[in-house]
């Protein structure tokens, strides 16, 4: 709450400013709105279809390009747009200009104003143009997009002109293979005298080759996990699977492994009795024998279920260990499988060479024939599709949404450039007031506190910040609130006033002001009073109090004639209970001077015995004598401040006099406070009373 009501107490000082800033820049934004030519867009919606015509199995045909059709991501698609090829075919085939030099565009003017995007989860993209002219933005995005589906259409065209051409140049090749494959079956039929394979030749033939494939899977299958055996055996340092496999038979026998865990206890009781008994105590010498045995019957019993080693086997090992039994086991298999293959190798191969061999060869030439005439097939039919979809006019993208001419601009935007405006006159109206601030030399409460380090007794409001109802309320309070922070500073003695200067630290601080109506609230609070118009520069007491100029203290100090003449210069007030020494008439040349200790003891001493309070008028502290006099043989400055006057270098010199003088500072009073900065007063004084119920005493 502090920090904000500082922050409008801050904007409040600099309203101007902070108001010329703020209206200047919403100003310039919405000026920008009105002098900037309008910008329209045109959009349209299309989308990428993924049913073109196929062209089925010609990987691999193609001799330079091999034709592989894959779906090409959406962003190449949409990249594809913004190519020199398609822009520059759009500007010439449709005579697009530059509306503002007449001249055709540019492909970096077109892609500047275009923009792509893609609808999420969908295949479909928005495709949109700014413009000065909303026709030339609709005819923009039109050309676009009609030549991309061309560029489609001719791209799908040439696809299948290059297969037509690339399978009409291979099919002859493959037409005279199958016409000398079927030539060949014919001559050697003649030759032969042989008309037709039987069936056992052919399936003997087709089974020989599935063999055959499979002994060659099995040989690699199994050189595999020889060469994976080796490794695991290189790991367990050369063991072989049945060595292996033992010492982890024998690492799990319950009797090893109780003398084990023996053995590792024994290894730790030594291991703690060596340090405190040494190696040639009895018990260490009874110990070592007992490691001895236990190693003795370990190494027995190790050696009696026929393992290698006699420590027992880690997880890695016989993880290792489990692994190269599998393999072992799979590669017997393997073995076993392949012999079976081979077995049945031989015995198709004897089939075959019981058969007559022309009938052998013939089986072979009519496979050869099969082959030939089934790529012959297979290219004859892909030649006829792709003669299909070289006569087609299909595209794969399609309009889903066509563009329109736009009939508002998008720019300028006002509900934006009021916005943007706003935001950016509140931060400019911030920045100024910021500044302003930071140039401030004055001080607030808050900084006053921090460097006299005294506390602030009252706040009093400003006269003109509010109703006059707030104001007496609110000064009313806070002088009462001071008269009694002072006594409890202040008690005074029995026969002794206290006496109090009331200083600033520069001029019109209102310590004149302050200094009168502090007088008024203790005379009202029953306390015998005295004001003292010490400040003999700039004197206001009497013509406050409205009395007759007939001497005071400057004619007092002038003439200087007893101490007890004093009390002839003081005046009675229509307030009871308080009097007042004025300043005087005399104009002294010099009247620092006058007031040294022994004229200040001599005026104090006079007064004292009169009065319960004396309260002490005197001219700003940072420029004038007047006030350390009269500071030095009282009980302390009540200093006053008013926002904006004295600044930190004032205060900071001020309080090192102070201190250096030994002259209490008994706190502040801050003066001319705006109700608009203190909430809790304004709303508190300010309010509308509510009406007391009346007691009803009992008849």
Not at 156 to 175: C, D, H, Q, S, Y
Not at 292 to 309: F, M, T, Y
Not at 418 to 447: D, F, Y
Request: hydrophobic letters at 40%.
């Amino acid at each position: 709450m502090t920090t904000l009501s500082s922050i409008l107490a801050a904007f409040q000082r600099h309203w101007l400013w902070a108001a010329l800033a703020f209206c200047a820049v919403l100003g310039s934004a919405m000026a920008v709105g009105f002098v900037t030519t309008p910008i329209y867009k045109s959009q349209m919606r299309f989308i990428f279809l993924d049913n073109a015509p196929r062209m089925q199995m010609l990987e691999g045909f193609a001799e330079g390009t091999p034709f592989t059709r894959t779906s090409d991501p959406l962003e190449n698609k949409m990249e594809l747009v913004k190519t020199h090829a398609i822009l520059n075919t759009a500007i010439d085939k449709y005579k697009l200009r530059n509306p503002v030099n007449g001249e055709a565009f540019t492909p970096e003017e077109l892609r500047s104003g275009l923009a792509i995007e893609s609808v999420l989860g969908t295949d479909m993209v928005d495709m949109a143009f700014t413009n000065t002219d909303p026709q030339i933005a609709r005819s923009v995005v039109t050309a676009l997009a009609q030549t991309l589906i061309d560029d489609t259409i001719a791209s799908n065209r040439a696809r299948a002109t290059t297969l037509r051409e690339f399978i009409e140049k291979k099919l002859p090749g493959v037409e005279r293979r199958l016409k000398d494959s079927e030539r060949r079956r014919q001559q050697y039929q003649k030759r032969s005298g042989s008309v037709e394979v039987t069936v056992e030749a052919q399936a003997a033939v087709r089974e020989l080759g599935e063999l055959e494939a499979t002994g060659r899977r099995l040989q690699a299958t199994n050189g595999s996990l020889n060469s994976q055996i080796a490794q695991l055996r290189r790991q367990l340092g050369g063991k072989s699977t049945q060595q292996a496999v033992t010492d982890v038979a024998v690492s799990a026998d319950p009797d090893l492994q109780a003398n084990r865990r023996a053995l590792a206890d024994l290894d730790a009781e030594i291991a703690r009795q060596s340090a405190q008994l040494g190696e040639r105590h009895p018990q260490m010498i009874n110990l070592r024998e007992q490691q001895r045995e236990l190693n003795r019957l370990i190494a027995r019993r190790v050696k009696a279920l026929g393992g290698s080693r006699t420590g027992a086997v880690d997880p890695v090992s016989q993880n290792i260990t489990g692994q190269m039994s599998d393999l072992e086991a799979r590669l017997s298999g393997g073995r076993q499988e392949l012999a079976s293959v081979e077995a049945s190798i031989n015995r198709y191969r004897g089939r075959l060479a019981t058969l007559p061999e022309r009938q052998v060869t013939l089986a072979q030439l009519d496979r050869q024939v099969q082959l030939d005439g089934a790529a012959y097939n297979l290219l004859a039919s892909r030649l006829e599709e792709a003669k299909i979809a070289e006569a087609q006019t299909f595209a794969n993208v399609r309009v889903v949404d066509p563009a329109s001419e736009p009939e508002k601009p998008v720019w300028p935007n006002f509900p934006l450039l009021a916005v943007a405006g706003t935001v950016l006159g509140l931060g400019a109206a911030s920045g100024i007031v910021a500044l302003l601030e930071a140039g401030r030399k004055s001080i607030n409460s808050q900084q006053m506190q921090d460097l006299l380090q005294v506390p602030v007794l009252a706040s009093l409001p400003l006269l003109e910040s509010s109703s006059e109802r707030l104001i007496h309320a609110w000064n009313r309070e806070s002088y009462r609130m001071l008269c009694m922070n002072l006594r409890f500073l202040v008690p005074g003695a029995p026969g002794k006033a206290a006496v109090i200067v009331v200083s600033s630290a520069v001029a019109n601080e209102g310590k004149s002001t302050v200094a009168t109506n502090l007088a008024r609230a203790m005379a009202r609070a029953g306390r015998r009073t005295l004001v003292v118009d010490a400040d003999l520069v700039r004197p206001s007491l009497s013509e406050t109090f409205g009395l007759e100029g007939r001497g005071g203290l400057a004619e007092w100090l002038f003439h200087r004639p007893s101490a007890g003449s004093v009390g002839n210069y003081v005046q009675q007030t229509a307030v009871s209970n308080l009097d007042v020494l004025g300043a005087g008439s005399l104009q002294l040349p010099d009247s620092g001077s006058l007031l040294d200790e022994e004229a200040v003891d001599a005026l104090i001493g006079a007064l004292e015995p009169h009065y319960e309070q004396i309260i002490i008028d005197t001219p700003p502290m940072a420029g004038y004598a007047h006030g350390h006099s009269l500071a030095a043989r009282s009980e302390g400055v009540l200093l006053v401040l008013r926002p904006g006057h004295a600044d930190i270098e004032h205060l900071k010199h001020l309080k090192q006099t102070l201190d250096r003088n030994r002259i209490p500072l008994l706190g502040t009073v801050f003066n001319g406070v705006d109700a608009a900065e203190d909430m809790t007063a304004s709303y508190y004084y300010d309010r509308t009373s509510k009406p007391r119920k009346q007691l009803l005493l009992p008849e």
